[in-house]
């Protein structure tokens, strides 16, 4: 949807480009001129008139009606009446017209006008006549609800205008207006213009090879060796040429069954156009631009100069079928291709013009455009436009809503702001660049436009400036110096940013601002500091042991007040556990040695952190019974899946055997005697190589014992399906780097959900690192980190000092006691690894910075967003216009 603002009113236009891709046109053959001439042989008087808003008269069908159904803010709307726009609309609107005013004698629909013919010998007959068909048309106009306009009435005249001819009394002559942009067209007055002349002669000539002869004087000023000196005979040559130009056989009449070009060009001061068939100019067509005119874009200008084509040839090419229109302006052309709403305003109203013919724009280089360069240079500078005294149709009214159209208008944006982004345009150097190439015109390759405005290439014909201000679309160009400015109001109210481009990018834009979105609101410390949690990363899976008790998981667990030390073998699943009358690391050392005294030394124990694993007793117990332990980070049990689940099945047995009442020892040892899912053989077989006998019946063979083949290939299935579906929503996070600043995860019973700001000290594992906090080191899963938001450069200063040892290094932090956390690919485990004294750490993060939020903004007088009203559908709902960003 389209809103085009004119002083009084508010008319609301589709885009219907695809519709019109679809719809089929019928092939109505409209009444010319020509048609009806043979009946007027004794026409006196005459008037013209033209329906009022012509295809708002005709209603549409249901079925029609739905496919013009458009978006608003205030829910989906379609056309009870055909609209403006649809290709289809003037051949339907002439054929109903037709229809409707069949049989009224002397009343003859040409194109859209009607034409009332006065006929009689003397005057007062004629005007006798002339009345009683217009009361005859009135009442018939009345019959049919077919309502008239005033704006284009011609009224009892002698002659009327139209299809490039005077229709008088005296019959048809040629309209001297199709002719008069070559007659008044000035004397050249260097050899440049000269040349332009005889490039148009050149052109000219094919169809009166006479002209060339004529030509002849003027040619020789061109010499090599020749002195500019205009002489009569030069001015003689000049007064012929027009004068056979602008008779037949070098200006042809109008032939309804070929196809028509038009031609038109855009100098810096003015406008030309020539209407051609088959090559042969049929009219001609020039004006001055006015000053206002003079400040558009090129794009603009070449856009207009179509306009004016159209709007001074409207009878040649209203309701034709297929109208080629030649520009020399290259992205002219890209934008006839592209959705209306990509046009800046001004164009885009010329565009929508426009939709009224039938508009082919091709391509054509500007030395190829003899006829309309020359008229487009060779208007008479400055004034208003000459043809206003004699137009026939209102085109200059159109014209001027033009030139009132502003940009500004249709942004929510203040007029202080506006004009702080004038003067930060003007001091803009790349901008400058541009606005110089805007107004200039595109030159046709990428190289040749200035380095600073290159960037702006790709969407050139996008391009529009309106009181110095620069716009892509309907959207602003911001001015470098107010980008950052710019960005703190978009993220002012701290959304993502996602939603912040998509708020942005209605009313902004300034090269890569995607990006800068993205990364101004990824360094916000206020959306740092209160970030949601990270998403998780691909798993990362254990080496697959290939036999029995060779990697065990350890956990603590508590059931029923008392706790327990679970191990569990990752080749067998497979788990034992052992009441644990105490925490201390002794008594659990001394469990786990029962253990594997009985199914043997593994090659590697993983454990959370806890005290009793990360402490030095167990490092010795490690280093004397021959095993690697492996300790996961803190607050990220995914790490040690095995124990997680072998505790939750625990649990599960011991809850239900309670709630029978019956043995829960009798269901462990079920449940290590039932083939495990997917692998078709039990623990018990997989760990010992026997089944085990229970109280199900059982053939004494099946309890003999027999190795257990192809667990490892089963092993790796499992792993592999488990990681494909936890990987669906996982992504990779970038690696830390030493001294960088980060944000640490708050802890599960923090209640101000801060990150809090740190910096990384040493990576202890794949995803581990160890981080300094508040002068604590704590250590933590990459997902529990953030890289931190840019900081000022002396705000950051790393700690100056060696890696601490922290392998041994005691836990005495509470938080850190045997909970779940469980087994991974760290080494250590501890939540607070070494306090130490605040003052050697420099942690960036000073009060102010911390609470005072992002930087404050000036608020500024913003005017009352306009339209932001609250509307009640049918339906009774109440919709609200979308947000829009409000600079
Ligand atoms: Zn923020």
């Not at 019974?625 to 995914?638: A, I, K, L, M, R």
């Amino acid at each position: 949807m389209v809103i085009v603002k004119k002083p009084d009113k508010l008319r609301i236009c589709i885009d219907p480009k695809f519709l019109n891709l679809a719809l089929r046109r019928s092939h109505y053959i409209m009444p010319t001129l020509e048609d009806v001439l043979y009946k007027l042989p004794k026409a006196r008087l005459f008037t013209l008139v033209d329906a009022r808003d012509a295809f708002l008269q005709c209603k549409l069908d249901t079925a029609s009606s739905y496919m013009t159904t458009f978006w608003t803010p205030w829910g989906r709307k379609r056309w009870l009446k055909l609209p403006f726009g649809v290709s289809v609309a003037p051949e339907v609107y002439q054929r109903k017209q037709h229809e409707l005013l069949t049989g009224l004698s002397g009343v003859e629909p040409i194109a859209d006008d009607i034409l009332v013919v006065g006929c009689g010998d003397t005057d007062e007959e004629a005007e006798q006549d002339h009345d009683g068909k217009l009361l005859e048309l009135m009442d018939r106009c009345r019959q049919v609800k077919l309502r008239l306009g005033i704006k284009k009435l011609q009224f009892k005249v002698k002659e009327v205008r139209f299809h490039g001819h005077i229709l008088s009394w005296e019959g048809l002559k040629a309209d001297p207006d199709k002719l008069r942009a070559i007659l008044d067209m000035p004397q050249p007055e260097n050899v440049k213009s000269l040349q332009r002349f005889i490039g148009f002669v050149t052109y000219l000539a094919k169809f009166l090879p006479h002209l060339s002869e004529v030509c002849e004087p003027l040619r020789r000023l061109l010499d090599k060796d020749a002195v500019w000196h205009w002489l009569p005979k030069h001015d003689n040559a000049v007064q012929d040429i027009k004068r056979l130009v602008t008779d037949t056989p070098v200006l042809k009449y109008y032939d309804v069954t070929t196809p028509v070009t038009i031609q038109s060009d855009a100098s810096k001061t003015g406008l030309g156009c020539c209407l051609l068939q088959a090559g042969q100019p049929i009219a001609f067509a020039s004006r001055a631009l006015t000053l206002t005119e003079q400040n558009y874009a090129q794009i603009e200008k070449e856009c207009l100069s179509i306009v004016f084509a159209c709007q001074r040839f409207h009878h040649y090419l209203y309701g034709r079928d297929e109208i080629t229109a030649e520009t020399d302006h290259k992205p002219l052309i890209s934008i006839f291709k592209k959705p209306l709403l990509c046009a800046p305003k001004r164009l885009q109203s010329m565009l929508l013009t426009l939709q009224n013919y039938c508009l082919n724009v091709v391509y054509k280089p500007g030395p190829e455009m003899y006829i309309s360069d020359t008229l487009s240079r060779a208007t008479a500078a400055g004034g208003a436009p000459d043809y206003a005294q004699h137009t026939v149709c209102n085109v200059q009214q159109d014209l001027d809503v033009l030139s009132q159209i502003n940009h500004s208008d249709y942004l929510n944006v203040t007029d202080q702001r506006l004009l702080q982004i004038k003067q930060h345009t003007e001091t803009d150097e790349s901008l400058q660049a541009l606005k110089y190439v805007v107004l200039d015109g595109w030159p046709d390759s990428k190289e040749e436009v200035p380095l600073t405005a290159r960037e702006y290439w790709t969407f050139r014909d996008e391009i529009g400036i309106q009181d110095g201000i620069l716009y892509k679309g309907p959207r602003v160009i911001i001015p470098k110096s107010l980008r950052s400015e710019m960005l703190t109001r978009i993220h002012a109210s701290h959304i993502g940013g996602e939603a912040c481009y998509r708020q942005a990018r209605d009313t902004l834009y300034w090269p890569n601002m995607q990006n800068e979105i993205k990364d101004f609101v990824s360094h916000c410390s206020a959306c740092n500091e209160y970030a949601q949690a990270q998403q998780k990363e691909p798993m990362m899976s254990h080496v697959l042991p290939t036999r029995p008790w060779q990697i065990v998981s350890m956990d603590l667990l508590n059931y029923a007040g008392q706790d327990f030390l679970l191990i569990v073998d990752h080749y067998s699943d497979f788990w034992e556990i052992e009441l644990l009358p105490d925490l201390s690391a002794d008594t659990t050392i001394r469990r786990c040695k029962v253990q594997f005294a009985r199914y043997g030394q593994p090659d590697r124990v993983i454990s959370d952190n806890g005290p009793q694993f990360a402490c030095e007793q167990f490092r010795r117990f490690s280093a004397d019974w021959g095993f690697e332990h492996v300790t996961s980070s803190p607050w990220h049990p995914q790490a040690n899946g095995k124990a997680e689940s072998a505790v939750k099945i625990v649990k599960n047995i011991c809850k239900k055997a309670k709630y029978d009442g019956t043995d829960p020892w009798k269901a462990v040892l079920h449940w290590r005697n039932t083939p495990s899912e997917g692998m078709d053989s039990s623990p018990a077989q997989r760990l010992m190589s026997r089944r085990l006998k229970t109280l199900l019946p059982v053939a004494n063979k099946l309890l003999e014992p027999c190795v257990v083949t192809g667990v490892l290939e089963k092993l790796r299935r499992r792993k592999q399906i488990a990681k494909l579906s936890y990987d669906v929503s996982a992504k990779d996070l970038p690696e830390l780097s030493i001294g960088e600043p980060i944000r640490m995860k708050p802890l599960p019973g923090d209640r101000t959900g801060r990150w809090r700001l740190g910096s990384c000290v040493q990576r202890v594992a794949p995803r581990s690192y160890l981080v300094d906090v508040d002068g604590s080191l704590y250590r933590r899963n990459r997902v529990a980190l953030r890289r931190a938001e840019r900081l000022p450069i002396q705000a950051y200063v790393p700690p100056a000092r060696a890696p601490p040892e922290v392998l041994n290094a005691p836990g005495p932090h509470p938080q850190s006691g045997g909970n779940t956390a469980v087994l991974s690919e760290g080494y250590i485990e501890n939540d607070i690894i070494q306090p130490h004294e605040p003052s050697s750490l420099s942690v960036p993060n000073t009060p102010a910075r911390r609470e005072g939020g992002p930087v404050s903004m000036p608020t500024g007088a913003a005017r009352p967003s306009p339209g932001k009203i609250s509307v009640a559908l049918r339906s009774g709902r109440v919709s609200r216009p979308p947000d829009r960003l409000n600079l």
